[in-house]
């Protein structure tokens, strides 16, 4: 407590914004429980602070002696020169310690009350009241919170353009009239807005108001939640540029004032472009690292960096804001400026940096920190990096305790923390492995010893700094990436220096600006050497054999007892002997624990209906990896944005096999982009000829690919699946007669895969299998005719039906017709249009039915 105060601190803040996360409370009575707290405390250290005052012994310690009593100085008067009131006795009594209890609870109900005064619904007119759950054309006005920004997707070779903002609402108009709203909604507009629409403009804009599309299945990118965290709970999609419209009367005349991070931002773009000959991918990626400009970071331009464990290059955090600083400090300290005036000066320069790149909240902790430890340094007090990081993260949750649960905040967090406790370690490690026998003497130590030692003490702080920070974000890139790493151990050594090294550059270029032209052109070219450098690195290392791997998210009680072994293992050091032993029984308990619970979830198999509105995609996840099947593609978009991440938070570094059930581009169009991201080990195809382009691609791509083209049909196993239907001599007008039908038995239960079958494949199914009852049937909508007709759900005779419908698209969305017929057999039927994707887990006892969306009873 007296070296690290924040600690305490910190740890009940956190503790109240957790619980009340978990278990919202009334507004109104946590501040009234509160504001008693507060007061019952301010009334303790008056009452303490009067008992001090009026004690006669307050000037003497309650363990002091009279020898010790009678050696004190008096005044000639007999009393001390100075306040008794600074003669505290050092041992806290019971009000002391009841007083540290009172404040802990009230900084526990501060974080509750803080986090609920931002999350809770509070004024009357708040759209979450006001909008319903379904899509609306509305119009709002408000204010534009922060500057837009760009994104550039790239689909079919083609570059299409977004325009992304958040819009502070005060009013909108559903039908009618304009009325009072409040809350913050997201915007998306196709194409590029005008550049006179700024942060703070006031806007009116038209679109349709919808609440932000959840995960698409478990594990996948959580749109709702990612903006929720925000304090946003509404999109607006905008048609285009032209339904926005500035509210302002001088944005006719060009006359409204762009903000001064704007105008930095775009003056520093072209200033780092000075010199160079186009704008290439090498250049934006000096923009995006420089100023935190993310428009050209696409999905396939960020996916070496992903993959190597070097994208933190591209957030200005805290590499960047102590990289600045320590440029700014020596160059000071150079110029023999004192150390008050050095924190006078560097800190207003770092906040601007922060302003000028757009307020992101990576910059605005790298900040925080630095600040606190300026601040420290400065005033010559002796730093402790823990309790700096503990008071930084104090202020910034108390500013805005959303922020805890981001993944940004998470990931810088537990990087210095793991840093903050590795230091000693890595300071111990160093010097007994690097430093010469103290007692030989120099003379005696060859000089490529003495040359080496500089590069070499270097070298090894590096790579245990760099170990120690992917220690720390080991579990969280796992949780949120699906990603584990290990070539970024070695990349950082390389990247992080070269990176620097750019960084250096642009400075110099933003420094010398248009005063000395040729100077930031100089820079302007080293600069983009070294990008250029980093970036071939990067993308070579991420080609490398075992340089990433997949893994899955880990649970709550593996991220505790990681943590928990993480900590323990950098302050072993300091524990007793007694601890040591306590700390390793309870991890080994925990640790066994983790495993029987592992076990226990793998003992089971999972079939995943995957909702892509349009097409199927079905993955089969069996114990183990070798009979683990994927069931048709989906199409590009789908394969590419929904299967592809979904496979990796599952842990699937490659397909075993894959069966495409025909060549429709709904169900094969997204074979190619998978390629492309996982190996393919074996490619099933029905053996009936199909016209399909797509599927006539397939073949030809087989010369380039390391898969196997395995034809199936009738009675073909694949592993605890049978192929039921076509025959090799089949042949059908449409596609959808041809496709492959699977039946698996798992566990003691028989499921039925229908695929997009139609009525002539429908009644060939039933002449040859006598026997096709299944506990659950998944069918898509073929193009002609309605699936599941009624003699084949006779001979099925199901438990569940499992419709893969669009929500979207009216030629594949379930009729009316087929509803009601299904419903007159009483039989539980659900469709990915309502419950979103459908997992079944299978085990040997039940099967259970888990959806995204809300399923029926």
């Known amino acids: ?188 507009s196709a194409g590029k807005i005008d550049d006179t629409i700024a942060a703070g403009a006031p806007l009116e804009v038209q679109g349709v108001l919808r609440p932000p599309a959840g995960a698409a299945a478990e594990g996948l990118f959580d749109y709702r939640s990612y903006l929720k965290w925000q ?82 290059i591209f957030a200005i955090s805290g590499l960047h804001v102590a990289l600045i600083t320590g440029i700014l400090v020596s160059l000071l300290r150079v110029l023999q400026v004192p150390r008050s005036a050095c924190g006078i000066v560097v800190i207003p320069l770092i906040w601007f940096y922060t302003a000028a790149t757009g307020w992101q909240s990576s910059a605005i902790r790298s900040s925080v920190m630095m600040t606190v430890v300026i601040v420290g340094w400065t005033l010559k007090r002796p730093g402790d990096l823990l309790n700096s990081l503990l008071a930084a993260g104090f202020l910034l949750l108390l500013w805005e305790p959303r922020q805890l649960f ?9 990087v210095v923390l793991s840093l903050a406790l590795a230091a000693p370690v890595i300071n111990h490690f160093r010097h007994s492995l690097l430093e010469p026998d103290p007692l030989r003497p120099r003379a005696l130590i060859p000089a490529w010893q003495r040359w080496l030692k ?50 250096m550059c642009h400075l110099g270029s933003l420094i010398c600006g ?39 998210s880990p649970s709550w009680l593996e991220f505790i007892l990681y943590y928990t072994m993480l900590i323990a293992i950098f302050t072993a050091r300091s524990l007793s002997a007694w601890s040591r032993r306590w700390l390793a029984g309870i991890l080994a308990v925990l640790t066994a624990f983790c495993a029987m619970m592992r076990l226990w979830e793998s003992r089971g198999s999972c079939l995943t209906v995957l909702h892509l509105n349009g097409g199927d995609a079905i993955v089969f996840d069996a114990p183990g990896t070798a009979n683990d099947l994927l069931v048709d593609s989906g199409n590009a978009f789908g394969a590419e944005y929904i299967v592809g991440p979904f496979l990796q938070s599952l842990g699937w570094n490659r397909i075993p096999t894959l069966v495409v059930t025909h060549g429709d581009v709904n169900h094969a169009g997204g074979v ?113 005719g309605e699936p599941l007709a009624d003699p084949l759900l006779d001979r099925i005779q199901p438990r569940l039906i499992l419709l893969t419908t669009s929500d979207r698209k009216p030629a594949e969305m379930a009729s009316a017709a087929l509803r009601s017929r299904l419903a007159k057999r009483h039989i539980p039927v659900l469709c990915t249009a309502n419950q979103g994707t459908v997992r079944f887990r299978l085990d040997k006892d039940c099967w259970k039915t888990e959806g995204m969306g809300e399923m029926p009873p």
């Open 514 to 552: 248009d005063w000395l032209p040729w100077v930031t052109e100089l820079f302007n070219h080293s600069g983009w050497l070294w990008m250029k450098m980093m970036l071939a690195v990067c993308r070579w290392a991420s080609e490398l054999p075992g340089a990433c791997w997949h893994v899955r």
């Open 406 to 414: 981001q993944a940004s905040f998470q990931l810088s967090f537990f």
């Open 231 to 312: 304090g946003i709970h509404h999109e607006l999609k905008v048609q285009g540029p032209e339904d926005w419209r500035l509210l302002d009367p001088r944005a006719q005349e060009n006359r409204v004032q762009v903000p001064v991070s704007d105008r930095f931002c775009r003056w520093a773009r072209d200033i780092l472009g000075r010199g160079l000959p186009e704008e290439d991918e090498v250049l934006r990626l000096i923009w995006a690292m420089a100023l935190g400009w993310k428009t050209g970071m696409t999905r396939e331009v960020a996916r070496p960096f992903m993959e190597t464990g070097t994208m933190h």
């Open 454 to 503: 500089g590069p070499s003490h270097a070298l090894v702080a590096s790579f245990l700094t760099s170990l120690a920070a992917w220690l720390g974000s080991l579990p969280l890139v796992a949780y949120y990436f699906h990603l584990f790493t290990p070539i970024s151990l070695a990349v950082n050594l390389i990247a992080v220096p070269l990176s620097s090294l750019a960084l």
């Open 1 to 188: 407590m007296r070296t690290r105060p924040f600690f305490i601190v910190t740890l009940c803040y956190v503790a109240g914004v957790i619980t009340a996360s978990l278990w919202p409370l009334p507004p109104l009575g946590l501040f009234v429980i509160s504001f008693c707290i507060a007061a019952l405390a301010a009334g303790l250290c008056f009452w303490r602070q009067s008992m001090t005052d009026d004690s006669p012994d307050c000037c003497q310690n309650s363990e002091s002696s009279p020898e010790s009593a009678a050696m004190t100085p008096k005044s000639p008067t007999g009393f001390l020169p100075f306040k008794p009131r600074l003669l505290i006795r050092t041992t806290p009594s019971g009000l002391d310690r009841a007083l540290q209890g009172i404040l802990g609870l009230l900084l526990f109900l501060t974080g509750a009350t803080n986090i609920t005064w931002r999350t809770e619904i509070i004024p009357p007119h708040d759209l979450r009241l006001l909008a319903d759950d379904k899509d609306q054309a509305v119009g709002l006005r408000g204010v534009l919170r922060d500057s837009p920004t760009f994104r550039m997707l790239e689909r079919n070779q083609d570059i299409e353009w977004r325009s992304l903002a958040v819009l502070e609402v005060h009013s909108w108009k559903k039908q009618g009239s304009w009325e009072p709203a409040a809350g913050s909604v997201a915007l998306s």
């Open 672 to 784: 190619q982009p998978l390629s492309q991201i996982f190996k393919v080990d074996k490619l099933c195809a029905s053996s009936v000829p199909q016209r399909s382009p797509v599927y006539r691609r397939l073949f030809q791509a087989m010369p380039s690919k390391s898969w196997i083209l395995q034809p199936v049909h009738q009675s073909d196993t694949l592993g605890p699946w049978t192929v039921l239907h076509p025959k090799p001599q089949d042949r059908f007008r449409q596609a959808d007669d041809a496709a492959v039908v699977l039946r698996g038995i798992l566990h003691g239960h028989r499921i039925l895969l229908l695929s997009d079958l139609g009525r002539q494949g429908q009644e060939l199914l039933m002449n040859r299998e006598s026997d096709l009852r299944s506990d659950i049937v998944v069918a898509s909508l073929p193009s002609q």
